[in-house]
Structures are given as C-alpha cells and as structure tokens.
T-cell receptor, first 113, second 111 residues
C-alpha cells in the first residue's frame, strides 16, 4: 500500500531563517505531488504541484520554492522566512492527471517568531 | 477563475441531529470529491462522485452530485461526536492537474 511521510511535524523558526520541509511517498511510482498551506481555521491554499521529476508549477508567487529531485520526493524551501509564512503545511500525492483523489501527509506546523 | 464554494462555513448541532453541507462550482466538474479533516489532523479522502445525479452512501453519510455536475452535498444523519471536523469538497481544475478545494464547513457536535 502507498504511504506518505512528511517531516518535521512541528517547527519553530525565526524570521529570516531558511526552511526545508521534506515529503516522500512510498508504494507508488510517478505520483503527482502537491504542497498546500493552511492558515489556522482556514481552507487549503495550493502552493506548488509537480507531475514529474524536476517539473514544478507554482500557484502563488511568494518567497517559497519547491523541488522534486527524485520521483517520490518533494521539498518545500525558503531562503528567508517571513512572519506570514506561519501555517500548517501539507504534502499530498495523487495518481494520474485527471484530478484524482489526493492523499495527505500528517503535515508540518510552522511557527515563525 | 474557477471557484468552488461551500456553505455554511460553520455548523453546530446537538448529537443526533442531521447535518448538511453544500458545495457549488463555478464550472462543470468531471468529478467531485469530499474530504474530512479532524481537529489537529490532515484532510482524509472520503469519496469521489463522477456521474451526473450520482448518490453514494457511507453508513450515516450520503453524498450527492448534481445533475449539472456543478453542485454537491454531504448529508450526515444522526450526527455523533466522532463526526466533528471540517468537511471539504474539491473538484479538478480545468487542466486536470490539481484540485480546487472549497473553504470547508466546520461541524461541531455537542452531546
């Protein structure tokens, strides 16, 4: 069966520091991968999605970036965090290109001080 | 741009009462999906509806996809405290590369 791992679960970072969140998927090949951000009590904001290695589509211009160095690895990064980057970051995967169901990782709660 | 809207934003019920959340898309959808996010957790896929007018049931949950494939509803019969959480509907974007999520309906249940 397929599993998705996301870490760390919780992160507290100072303003201006770098960020690296990692997500890996097991049990499937060539998944579509997604990064979302969810502010407290709010909906899901799609940040990036990837349909293959090295292929990244950005939905929201900001100081975050994403990379997909391997088929089942998706990384969210920032060179300098802003206060507004606080939130709950979720990685998800799906199979296929036709809006198939997505399966989410446990998420990372990021607090910026 | 393409939008998926959900109402209500919040709903509080007494245990045993019914609950319904509604989802409306600005465009015709190839499918509609429903997710549940428990407090402190991550969204979990519940179901996908594909056909016009489709109705599916999961125990006390009934999901419906409208005839025009632009709206959907989730109905919970006799709510329980385990139903607490936020329910999201989502539909594919026109390119089929990502899902457009509604903002969710947060359900609270008091016993």
């Amino acid at each position: 069966s397929q599993t998705i791992h996301q870490w760390p679960a919780t992160l507290v970072q100072p303003v201006g520091s770098p960020l690296s969140l990692e997500c890996t998927v097991e049990g499937t090949s060539n998944p579509n991968l997604y990064w979302y951000r969810q502010a407290a009590g709010r909906g899901l904001q799609l940040l990036f999605y990837s349909v293959g290695i090295g292929q990244i589509s950005s939905e929201v211009p900001q100081n975050l970036s994403a990379s997909r160095p391997q088929d089942r690895q998706f990384i969210l990064s920032s060179k300098k965090l802003l206060l507004s980057d606080s939130g709950f970051y979720l990685c998800a995967w799906s199979q296929g290109l036709t809006g198939q169901p997505q399966h989410f990782g446990d998420g990372t709660r990021l607090s910026i001080l | 741009g393409q939008q998926v809207m959900q109402i209500p934003q919040y709903q509080h019920v007494q245990e045993g009462e019914d609950f319904t959340t509604y989802c409306n898309s600005s465009t015709t959808l190839s499918n509609i999906q429903w997710y549940k996010q428990r407090p402190g957790g991550h969204p979990v896929f519940l179901i996908q509806l594909v056909k016009s007018g489709e109705v599916k049931k999961q125990k006390r949950l009934t999901f419906q996809f409208g005839e025009a494939k632009k709206n959907s509803s989730l109905h919970i019969t006799a709510t329980q405290t385990t139903d607490v959480g936020t329910y999201f509907c989502a539909g594919p974007n026109q390119a089929g590369t990502a899902l457009i999520f509604g903002k969710g309906t947060t359900l609270s249940v008091s016993s």
